[in-house]
């Protein structure tokens, strides 16, 4: 297997002493609640293994979650497991619901763990790209990308790397290729709170005929700034999530006790603590991808997440990994290239995906830095 291209970079990263806009982690912490929360349960000593399928006050806390945002009904009993982060979520769904020669359809550009973990099953990844600038996804392309092998369609919303969100109708056209096909749809929706604007976030499982087929997969990581903290989770039909527990109760077993009380503590926050995140980072986006026209990069529009894709051609530059790849001895700077995320590098050859979940001055100081360019 490859070296993922997140230690690749963050090593890289640390070797130059550069900023790091490549692997996507904030540097401000979390809720004082959610922390604190962690301590407090640490000091009342729960700190030992937790249930294979999480405590119970997390899963409680994650199905009101899933009814507080989207009105969806689940049984904390049956139909949700608790993860050691999204990753092994994913992976184990992956794992429990496709046999070495399937095919899983993804959304190219795809999250590196998608291929790896396909790899390691022995199942291709079909790809059907978004493209920028707007990042559309074509239910003709769709289509025509299933075949025989087909078993499950792996969405990811909002979108890493892109920053795209999936509109309802195009949650529509997947919904109706699943249902026509009989397909599973395992969906990771781990940037669910960091949208920018005016857009929603709408879990394919809401709509008809879905819940029913459907594995959502998120994560704390992210809502809270505890991506090291690695508590991730499943949901979906009791049949499904038992099949993902059977997988994961081999991996980690389980893990992160007290963080899993802390957690069930965060998504109890109310709603303006959720709708703040992506605000706060809206302004983050912004500055960015501001700064990076300003130098000359072409930018597109970001909707969502950590992250904001620049085209670098611009700058005279063609080939992005080696640009990323130099990038932090060049003016300490770390950054990650986006043809990793394809099957296959053509069309996407220039593009570059920065991280804008940083404080202020360190944007600021990063973009300072890459003027050196
Ligand atoms: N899916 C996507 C799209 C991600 O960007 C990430 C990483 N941050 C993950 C899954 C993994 O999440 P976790 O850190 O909770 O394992
Ligand atoms: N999800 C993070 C990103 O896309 C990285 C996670 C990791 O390091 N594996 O930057």
Redesign the pocket.
């Known amino acids: 297997m490859a070296t993922?291209i997140?230690?690749e970079m963050s090593a890289l990263a640390v070797e130059y002493d550069a900023i790091n806009l490549?692997?996507?982690?904030p540097d401000t912490p979390g809720p004082q609640e959610v922390v604190d929360a962690a301590v407090a349960a640490m000091r009342r000593g729960l700190n030992q293994y937790p249930p294979a399928v999480g405590v119970p006050a997390l899963r409680e806390a994650i199905c009101a979650h899933q009814r507080r945002f989207y009105g969806l009904e689940l049984d904390p009993a049956s139909q949700v497991v608790v993860c050691a982060g999204a990753?092994e979520a994913l992976s184990s769904a992956l794992m429990a619901l496709v046999a070495p020669g399937d095919e899983v359809i993804a959304l190219e550009p795809f999250?590196d763990?998608y291929a790896a973990t396909g790899a390691l099953i022995g199942a291709t990844l079909v790809p059907v790209r978004i493209a920028a600038p707007d990042y559309r996804l074509d239910a003709g392309a769709l289509r025509a990308a299933v075949t025989e092998r087909t078993k499950v369609i792996l969405l990811n919303t909002p979108h890493?790397?892109t920053g795209a969100v999936l509109s309802r109708a195009e949650l529509e056209d997947v919904a109706a290729v699943a249902v026509e096909h009989d397909l599973l749809v395992i969906t990771d929706e781990v940037y669910e709170h960091l949208l920018f604007d005016d857009e929603r976030h709408i879990p394919i499982a809401t709509l008809p005929g879905m819940a029913e087929r459907t594995v959502t997969v998120s994560s704390a990581g992210k809502t809270f700034s505890v991506?090291g903290w690695k508590i991730g989770w499943a949901t979906g039909p009791a049949e499904l999530v038992e099949r993902v527990l059977n997988v994961k109760q081999w991996f980690s077993f389980a893990s992160g006790t007290p963080l899993q009380h802390a957690v069930a503590v965060g998504l109890d926050l109310p709603d303006d603590r959720f709708a703040a995140l992506g605000r706060d980072l809206q302004a983050k986006r912004d500055l960015l991808t501001d700064g990076l026209r300003e130098l000359g990069m072409e930018v597109y529009h970001s909707k969502a997440t950590?992250f904001v894709t620049a085209d670098i051609a611009p700058l005279g530059e063609t080939d992005s990994l080696a640009f990323c790849r130099s990038l932090p001895a060049r003016v300490g700077v770390a950054a990650?290239p986006n043809q990793v995320f394809h099957a296959s590098p053509e069309g996407v050859e220039t593009q570059v995906r920065f991280?804008c979940c940083k404080r202020d001055e360190v944007l600021a100081d990063a973009l300072l830095r890459l003027r050196k360019l």
Request: net charge neutral; charged share 0%.
């Open positions: 993922t997140f230690s490549g692997q996507g982690f990753s999250y763990l890493n790397p991506t950590y990650v991280a």
